[in-house]
Structures are given as structure tokens and as C-alpha cells.
């Protein structure tokens, strides 16, 4: 069975920063795409950034040049860094697994995480 778990998530103060890591017991992790997504209280779930297994990269403009998604494929782990973090930022933070190229679509994600909680205070 398949298990994405992701961690590093908290309660930082704006302006701060966070790294997320998730874990995948994915036997190919490195022909996965891994992707994290994000989901507030009374919103849908959003994209945040994807790599591909090739390590091609994509941001949400939300995120896009605070963030950086990287991935150890010798550890079968994805890590989302998160810098100058704003209220706005405020979610519930999942991993998603998918073969070959990230999207942006959730419904495409064949793996997800328990998520991470990601609390931003101004």
C-alpha cells in the first residue's frame, strides 16, 4: 500500500519560513511526479508547485519565487521550502503523487497525503 506522509508543517509568523517534506514508499518514487497542493477552510483545493520526474519544476503565482520544490530521489522524498510566508498561506498543505509529469488538476493525482497544517500569523 502506497503512503505519502508529509511533515514540517506549524505555526510561524509572517515573513517567516517553513520546509515541508514528504515521504513516499513509492518502490519507483524517481518516475513519479510529486506534487503539492493546499487547501484552506471554505476553499477548494489548490495547486501550489510540481516536479517532474525529469526535476522540471512549475509554481502557482502565489507561491512562485518564495517556494522551491525539490526532491531526494534516494530517499523517495519531495520537499517544499516556503519562504517570506504571508496569512495567506494559511492551509492545510498535501503531497500528491502521479507517473511522469506534474499537472495542476488534483483529480490526477493517483496518491495523497494526510496533509500538513501551515498556520501563518501576522
Known amino acids: 500500500q502506497v503512503q505519502l506522509v508529509e511533515s514540517g508543517g506549524g505555526l510561524v509568523q509572517a515573513g517567516g519560513s517553513l520546509r515541508l517534506s514528504c515521504a513516499a514508499s513509492?518502490?519507483?518514487?524517481?518516475?513519479?511526479?510529486m506534487g503539492w497542493f493546499r487547501q484552506a477552510p471554505g476553499k477548494e483545493r489548490e495547486f501550489v508547485a510540481g516536479?517532474?520526474?525529469?526535476?522540471?519544476?512549475y509554481y502557482s503565482d502565489s507561491v512562485k519565487g518564495r517556494s522551491t520544490i525539490s526532491r531526494d530521489n534516494a530517499k523517495n522524498t519531495v520537499y517544499l521550502q516556503m519562504n517570506s510566508l504571508k496569512p495567506e498561506d494559511t492551509a492545510v498543505y498535501y503531497c500528491?503523487?502521479?507517473?511522469?509529469?506534474?499537472?495542476?488538476?488534483?483529480?490526477?493525482?493517483?496518491?495523497w497525503g494526510q496533509g500538513t497544517q501551515v498556520t501563518v500569523s501576522s
Open positions: 500528491a503523487a502521479r507517473p511522469g509529469v506534474y499537472v495542476t488538476n488534483p483529480n490526477l493525482y493517483d496518491y
Open positions: 513509492l518502490r519507483t518514487f524517481s518516475q513519479y511526479a
Open positions: 516536479i517532474s520526474s525529469s526535476r522540471s519544476t
